[in-house]
């Protein structure tokens, strides 16, 4: 039987739409993993994500408790959709799921993208929401190499064992 | 079993091909893996491996976070330390174990 050849991952390109702590966190999380790994990695923001590259937001992000079927109460009960709806309810979740991801030594969000960009990971902005919600690239992280079209980002997948992930 | 000699001493490995035991490791082994790869280590590599063995000694936890807060080095000298993957790199000369750490 033949020998099976490993082509391991080169290069990978992240795309994050979403805005929520967790839905950053995540992309900032594999992006991170994948620079550490000694992979090229680049990471697209758009839409609401943007908000994870925006200075003014990136370290204010919360955690979604109305819609959110996985939401647990602490103890494992339902976290019902009416609870989530009372003002302050957002905020304290927030604040607990904070507390909890830097107790696994999870940096906060500025920091995050500190570590990806010290290991030589690139941060971009997508052109369209940028327009759409009136930023100008002041207002981004100071890590974001560019303001780029989707079409731009595309183009840097070139190469063999190259992989867009959209989180 | 996997085994390497590494300065005159017969290494045992784990399916990684990280030290099943910290205990044998020395400088002179972890400067012979490096050289293997091509690089030369210097008194700071050593300050990071000697910080890198006695976290895991005490059994805490490594990230890459971790290293920055040594104050030996930033982030961004620890990956020109280290080129590639740093932290994979660095237990690996450090003589422990593979970390286990996402960040």
């Known amino acids: 039987m033949a020998e099976e050849v490993k082509h391991p991952l080169k290069k990978v390109l992240m795309i994050c739409a979403k805005g929520s702590l967790e839905d950053v966190l995540a992309t900032l999380v594999m992006a991170n993993g994948a620079v550490m790994e000694g992979i090229e990695t680049k990471v697209f923001f758009t839409f609401f994500g943007l908000d994870g590259i925006t200075k003014k937001r990136m370290n204010k992000l919360h955690t979604a408790t109305v819609g959110n079927p996985a939401m647990r109460m602490p103890g494992g009960l339902p976290f019902p959709t009416w609870l989530g709806s009372i003002p302050g309810v957002e905020a304290g979740v927030s604040a607990m799921m904070k507390k909890q991801i830097d107790d696994l030594d999870i940096p906060k969000i500025d920091e995050f993208l500190e570590m990806i960009d010290a290991g030589g990971g690139e941060i971009y902005a997508c052109k369209l929401a940028v327009d759409m919600f009136k930023l100008k690239k002041e207002d981004l992280a100071d890590e974001v190499k560019d303001i780029i079209t989707i079409g731009e980002f595309y183009e840097m997948a070139d190469g063999l064992q190259t992989q867009i992930i959209f989180t | ?103």
């Open chain 2, 1 to 103: 079993m996997a085994q390497k000699e590494y300065a005159g001493k017969m290494i045992e490995l784990d399916d990684n091909g990280y030290f099943k035991s910290p205990d044998v490791w020395s400088r002179e082994i972890a400067a012979e893996m490096a050289k293997e790869n091509g690089e030369e280590l210097t008194e700071k590599h050593f300050e990071v491996l000697e910080f890198i063995r006695n976290k895991v000694k005490e059994g805490q936890s490594l990230t890459i976070r971790s290293i920055e807060k040594s104050g030996i080095t930033d982030i961004k000298g620890f990956y020109k330390l280290f080129p590639g993957a740093p932290l994979k790199k660095a237990t690996l000369y450090a003589g422990v174990s593979k970390p286990s750490s996402c960040v």
